[in-house]
């Protein structure tokens, strides 16, 4: 029996997820041509409102380059879609599966059923790409879907609200938009998945909400990325692929570079050449179209506190950026690096989630992997050797939920490799048959042949079935 539903629980709510259970419940097994539909229906609206969808980012964040909107956003959900319509037919096919050698002749196969109605709580930095990655993969697998958008980004969770009902009936994907309030009473509905991207502090919310109804959780939250920098690896070049993951979106990425471990005898070498890297890249510093605004002014005073705090404490404070470090009125912060920065500080403690770059010296290897071992698990880990044989030794003892070796956020970007966290950066995964997976239960099915040997083994047990039980347990 379904669980009941919270009594406090808005009436829109309670309406809208009953409905969607009623659906489920009527149709539990969606055939492909249902599901490719669905793909298509999202597809149209995808290609169809690009320029609408990047302006009301652009809007939301006071200041978004419509290219990042389109290279991070538009295309990377388009690819998600795309890939689902091509290989979701053999997605839903039953796998088969193995049997034990005293079995035979029997069969068995894994059937990938639809779970019912899956939620997804969406965040403020990609609020596209972060609500159409796991609606690709939830549709893929036959479900329903209610996704939570984002207050942070009110101008974009209206229109993708509006776009969506125009596309979907709202038994099939229901887009709901509130505050905080809506968001805690959306956890705490029965859904038979829950997906939530943000933060750690909400995420144990999200699953404490969701554990009183056994709510299975995937949880994609963060954490402080490093970027390690082996010695002699070519200190331009890793600059250059660290800052571009960075200031992408002017930091607010989930796996963004976080702080970097480098030579003790590398840091003024990295200093200049993000000096060079910065100004080549944005010529013109916050004046730039190409650079990002910080969403709100929250945001901005908290990186704004912690680059001021970290100074205050004795960190040297280098801003990469010609001209202005910080425009208060349009919320843009210059990315600074910061050099001797206290361990302690907040900028060292805390996930950073702008542009703002922490370095931290080492001076053997060794300590370098101690000091990434002796943190919580980092959502992502970037690794620069030229070394092959080293970073395969290395990589192996290093927790992170991802990893890209010789350049900063490309993982994620791969249909084929799952994307996810591990420890305090999450659990579970999604992207492409991973994400379908997730979405699915993975029944297992036997099918028993009509010849076989089970009544062998029924009461009242003969000498001849004690025989035969000693013989295969030694084989």
């Known amino acids: 029996m379904p669980a009941a539903l919270p009594a406090a629980l808005p009436a829109a709510l309670a309406e809208a997820f009953d409905l969607q259970r009623k659906a489920a419940t009527a149709e539990p097994f969606a055939s492909w041509a249902t599901r490719s539909d669905r793909l298509n229906r999202l597809q149209r609206i995808l290609k169809d409102n690009e320029a609408a969808i990047q302006k ?40 088969r ?27 403020w930095n990609y609020p ?24 942070a980004t009110p101008v974009f969770s209206a229109l993708w609200q509006q776009l969506c009902a125009s596309a979907f009936k709202p038994e099939e994907v229901c887009i709901v938009n509130g505050g905080p309030d809506i968001a805690a009473q959306f956890s ?27 709510t299975p959780v995937t949880l994609e939250l963060g954490g402080k990325s490093p970027a390690v920098i082996t010695p002699g690896y070519p200190m ?73 705090e970290a100074k205050a404490r004795g960190a040297r404070v280098e801003t990469i950026f010609a001209g202005a470090p910080r425009d208060d009125a349009g919320h843009r912060l210059a990315p600074v ?30 300590e370098a992997l101690a000091f990434i071992r002796a943190r919580p698990h980092p959502l992502a ?54 994400g379908f997976d997730t979405f699915s239960k993975l029944k297992p099915v036997f099918r028993q042949s009509r010849a076989n040997g089970m009544a062998l083994f029924l009461p009242p047990y003969s000498p001849l079935m004690r025989r035969l039980l000693g013989w295969m347990k030694r084989f």
């Not at 990655?133 to 996704?147: C, T």
């Open 236 to 308: 331009a070049h890793a600059v250059q692929r660290i800052l571009a993951g960075k200031l992408l979106n002017a930091g607010q990425t989930c796996i963004a570079p976080d702080y970097v471990l480098l030579p003790r005898s590398e840091v003024p070498a990295f200093v200049e050449a993000a000096h060079a890297q910065g100004r080549r890249c944005h010529p013109t510093g916050l004046a730039d179209g190409d650079y990002c605004s910080i969403v709100n002014d929250r945001h901005y005073r908290r990186l704004t506190d912690s680059v001021d």
């Open 381 to 434: 880990l970037y690794w620069f050797d030229q070394d092959r044989a080293r970073t395969d030794s290395a990589l192996p003892s290093l927790p992170a939920g991802g990893v890209t070796v010789n350049d900063t956020l490309l993982h994620i970007a791969q249909e084929s490799l799952p994307f996810g966290g591990v420890g305090a950066s999450g659990m579970g995964h999604y992207h492409g048959q991973w």
């Open 56 to 95: 009301a980012i652009d809007t939301d964040f006071g200041g978004r380059p419509s290219i990042e909107t389109e290279l991070a956003e538009i295309w990377p959900s388009l690819e998600e879609i795309k890939g689902a319509l091509r290989h979701g037919p053999g997605w839903m096919k039953p796998r």
């Open 128 to 151: 596209l790409y972060l609500a159409v990655g796991p609606m690709v993969a939830a549709l893929a697998a036959g479900n329903r879907l209610m996704v939570k958008m984002s207050e």
């Open 188 to 214: 705490s509905l029965p859904f038979d998945h829950l997906l939530f991207t943000g933060s750690t502090a909400v995420g144990r919310h999200v699953m404490a909400a969701a554990a009183a109804n056994l």
């Open 337 to 366: 690096l910061l050099i001797d920065a206290p361990p302690d500080c907040t900028a060292m403690c805390d996930e950073i989630f702008g542009p703002v770059l922490p370095l931290v010296p080492y001076d053997s290897l060794d």
């Open 97 to 123: 599966a193995g049997v034990g050698k005293w079995f035979l002749p029997a069969t068995a196969s894994i059937v990938p059923q639809p779970l019912g109605i899956v939620g997804i709580i969406v965040p």
